[in-house]
């Protein structure tokens, strides 16, 4: 049946509640036989929606929960658009590659107006496309010397799991550097322990998931150097800049983690992230147009036009893609700035706070890299862990992430508070409060499995 034939479809009741189908339980893994009503439907998908999460309240995350009401209306008029066919819908496409070029000139490529990049729906395939073209590039030149090619490695640090991903869906050996010691990222003097002629690239993360902290890419660059004029390997750098790359060059303009070095050939970002784009969509943007191999893009001819395409995923909305240039366009350099500096100050506010409370060591103050703070329980038995305290202030709707640091780290357990556009003083303020009370129920009420270490989801 048409679903535009509503002769087809019992009237509506004044009241949905007072509708027959609110006395029957929804099918929940068939198909209905019958049609129904869209108001009625609607409702009931959104009643069962309210008991998620608020997402405003997830502090675990680093996607955008806030999005100003003109996004809202961007999106409307995008979602039938599908951002591969860019014969049919070219000024999408042109906003798209608007975008890459202002990304380009933001991390000072050499060529911003000419070099490649493209959108993608989020870091993770950025990050895989980014890989590809420096596995492409590596086995290129040894097959060109005659040289064997089978072995690839790639090395990384304390990575976001998506390069996991990568390692094994493209047949890549994953060689992470482990954390010692006090260390919080990726020590640039073991790079010479880990890479070789094999060696497709290096992946500092701009803005480590775990600990929110830079790494220093300048520094690992120099080590690359020194390999280069000992060995002889020429090996690259792509920068995970997630969330890093959409607040460094506005929160610390002088650091140099960009492509001011020229060992950097590649850069992704997530736009939903600290992009402040709704959910879905991410950036890869290379260095020059040389540093992507052209055995990469793919040309359709299909959908109108010969188009080229060089990302792993093919239909999808262009509302994401056109919000970011909208973000860009409406917020500029200094709103930019002026967003993500609100943010810093308010983690290092919360920061300050929370460590006045006795129970906790800061390990990050969002001092030096992202907008966030994270922390550990000092020595002694306060009563709870961190996964107790995490538990206790979701009853108020908080949702903040504890969890284990990875490598040789795992007995430390920390737990992370990050700080988005939307997230007011007052509402840090909030959560303070909460974690406060948290604390003070503990001392007159503490658990007994203090010690115990639980499953953990890491967003």
Avoid at 8 to 36: A, W
Avoid at 124 to 150: I, N, V, Y
Avoid at 191 to 209: A, F, H, M, R, W
């Amino acid at each position: 049946m048409p679903l535009h034939n509503r002769n087809r479809i019992d009237p509506i009741s004044e009241d949905v509640y007072e509708d027959p189908m609110s006395n029957t339980l929804l099918n929940k893994f068939q198909l209905p036989q019958n049609s129904t009503q869209p108001e009625v439907i609607a409702q009931f998908i959104k009643d069962e929606l309210l008991l998620d999460g608020n997402a405003k309240q997830n502090l675990a995350t680093f996607c955008t929960t806030w999005m100003e009401d003109e996004v809202h209306d961007i999106m409307d008029l995008c979602v039938d658009k599908n951002m591969i066919d860019k014969d049919e819908y070219p000024q999408t496409a042109e906003m798209e590659a608007r975008c890459v070029h202002i990304l380009a000139d933001l991390w000072n490529s050499p060529q911003a107006h000419t070099t490649l990049g493209c959108s993608t729906t989020g870091s993770s395939e950025a990050c895989m496309l980014g890989g590809l073209a420096m596995k492409w590039r590596w086995r290129q030149k040894r097959e060109a010397a005659g040289l064997d090619a089978s072995k690839p490695n790639l090395v990384v640090g304390p990575v976001q799991i998506c390069w996991h991903k990568f390692a094994r869906y493209f047949d890549v050996e994953l060689r992470q550097i482990p954390l010692e010691g006090n260390e919080v990222s990726t020590n640039p003097e073991k790079i010479k322990d880990y890479v070789d002629e094999n060696t497709i690239g290096v992946i500092p993360t701009l803005g480590v998931t775990y600990t929110c902290v830079y790494e220093d890419v300048a520094a690992m660059a120099k080590e690359l150097d020194d390999i280069q004029s000992e060995k002889g390997w020429d090996i690259p750098i792509h920068v995970d800049a997630a969330s890093g790359g959409f607040i460094a060059p506005f929160i610390q303009p002088e650091l140099e983690w960009d492509f001011r070095i020229d060992r950097v050939k590649s850069i992704n970002a997530s736009g939903h992230k600290y992009g402040l784009a709704p959910l879905g969509v991410g950036w890869v943007v290379w260095r020059s147009e040389e540093d992507l191999p052209k055995d990469l893009i793919f040309y359709v001819d299909y959908l109108g036009g010969n188009m080229a395409t060089f990302a792993l995923n093919f239909s999808r909305p262009g509302g994401q893609i056109v919000a970011q240039y909208y973000n860009f366009l409406r917020l500029g350099f200094e709103g930019y700035r002026g967003v993500q500096q609100a943010c810093v100050d308010t983690a290092q506010w919360l920061a300050d706070e929370i460590s006045k409370l006795g129970p906790f060591e800061m390990f990050y103050d969002g001092r030096g890299g992202l907008p966030a703070l994270s922390y550990t329980l000092k020595e002694g038995d306060w009563g709870f862990n961190l996964y107790d305290l995490s538990d206790k202030v979701r009853q108020h709707g908080w949702q903040i992430a504890s969890y284990p640091l990875p490598n040789d780290r795992q007995d430390t357990v920390i737990q992370r508070i990050l700080i988005r556009h939307g997230i007011s003083r007052d509402m840090a303020a909030l959560l303070l409060r909460d974690i406060k009370a948290a604390v003070e129920y503990y001392k007159a009420h503490p658990v007994s499995h203090s010690s115990s270490t639980r499953t953990f989801h890491h967003t």
